[in-house]
């Protein structure tokens, strides 16, 4: 990893970006990374477009400003690619996910990017695993397949915990996101 990564995370408000951005935060930090998770508002409302952020670093960050240039794009909703330049910022090698049913080679083509594209239907892996069409953490799953910003183990050991003290009263919803998660993260292709 390089020694600060910065990820931009594109949703909608209701989708999950915020909680997802703040999850790998905490994971990232229980492994012994210096971190940042933040969202970006604008008029806060349910389906409107949201920004989420994280910095990653070895070293102490520094940096207190928006994400400009991210190499680690999520896009929760497919819908975005026709809204917002999602590849904005983004160096020639880095990395995008999306949440879509269509190829890689299709969104890639789509969004005209040299770099990494990954796609996973985050929407179907939710329906099945969870019961709900909540995108966000089945694109976590993805991210550390695509990314490898975390070993897969200790990330999903890191996302029990993180969950635990969230549902500790709910178990079911605990495990039902971890299947999503496994499951988002062998589907997720490039």
């Not at 940042?36 to 990653?56: K, S, T």
């Not at 102490?60 to 400009?68: A, D, G, K, M, P």
Request: hydrophobic share 40%; with cysteine; net charge negative.
């Amino acid at each position: 990893m390089a020694s600060l990564t910065e990820v931009r995370w594109h949703g909608r408000g209701g989708q999950g970006g915020k909680t997802a951005s703040i999850l790998l935060g905490k994971v990232a930090a229980k492994s012994g990374k210096n971190i940042q998770a933040f969202p970006e508002y604008g008029p806060e409302r349910m389906g409107a477009p949201v920004l989420a952020y994280n910095r990653i670093s070895e070293d102490e960050i520094t940096l207190h400003c928006q994400v400009t240039e991210p190499s680690i794009v999520a896009v929760l909703d497919p819908t975005l690619l026709d809204v917002v330049d999602i590849t904005e910022g983004v160096p020639a090698d880095g990395t995008i996910v999306v949440n879509s049913k269509e190829d890689a080679k299709t969104i890639k083509e789509k969004l005209d990017f040299e770099g990494d594209v990954w796609t996973v239907d985050a929407y179907g892996v939710a329906e099945k695993e969870i019961g709900r069409p909540f995108p966000n953490t089945p694109m976590l799953g993805g991210l550390m397949k695509a990314t490898g910003l975390i070993e897969f183990d200790k990330f999903l050991a890191g996302i029990e915990t993180e969950l635990e003290k969230k549902f500790a009263h709910k178990p079911e919803v605990i495990e039902k996101n971890l299947a999503a998660i496994k499951r988002a993260y062998q589907e997720v292709a490039n």
